[in-house]
């Protein structure tokens, strides 16, 4: 495979930042609007409304990821396992560019986690 650009990954991470950021926008506005004064819409407005915010979390919570990735690529700490210190393979960091572990740190993280 071929070597990852930096500059490529950044630049996508930007565009999927500003994508998040404008999701973000609507779905606040959409979470601000009024509710119908029947009660059998407003109940399904709720509703809506929970699955919106759960979709704003999520969006947020890449937001945090992309911006701890990019914070990390300007240090220089990018593709570093922060648990052993070894680069984090080039296929890992395309598939998941949010990665803080190399595989078999992430491998046994999940395994000590699926622990009781």
Same mark, same amino acid.
């Given at each position: ?6 500059d ?7 565009? *999927? *930042? &500003?994508?998040?950021?404008? #999701? ?8 601000? #609007?009024?509710? /119908? @004064?029947?009660?059998?819409?407003? @109940?399904?407005?709720? /509703?809506?409304?929970? %699955? %919106? ?6 969006? #947020? ?9 990019? @914070? #990390? ?6 593709g570093?396992?922060? !648990? ?5 393979? &080039? ?12 595989? !078999?740190?992430?491998?046994? !993280?999940?395994?000590? *986690?699926?622990?009781?």
């Amino acid at each position: 495979m071929a070597k990852t650009s930096p500059d490529r990954l950044r630049g996508a991470l930007l565009r *999927k *930042k &500003e994508e998040l950021t404008a #999701r973000l926008e609507r779905i606040t506005a959409n979470l601000r #609007r009024g509710y /119908e @004064a029947d009660s059998k819409e407003r @109940a399904k407005q709720l /509703e809506d409304s929970e %699955v %919106v915010d759960a979709l704003g979390n999520e969006a #947020r919570l890449e937001l945090k990821k992309i911006t701890a990735t990019l @914070a #990390r690529m300007e240090s220089g700490d990018f593709g570093i396992c922060i !648990d052993c210190g070894t680069p984090i393979d &080039e296929g890992r960091i395309e598939a998941y560019p949010y990665a803080l572990e190399c595989i !078999d740190c992430a491998t046994l !993280d999940e395994r000590r *986690k699926a622990r009781p």
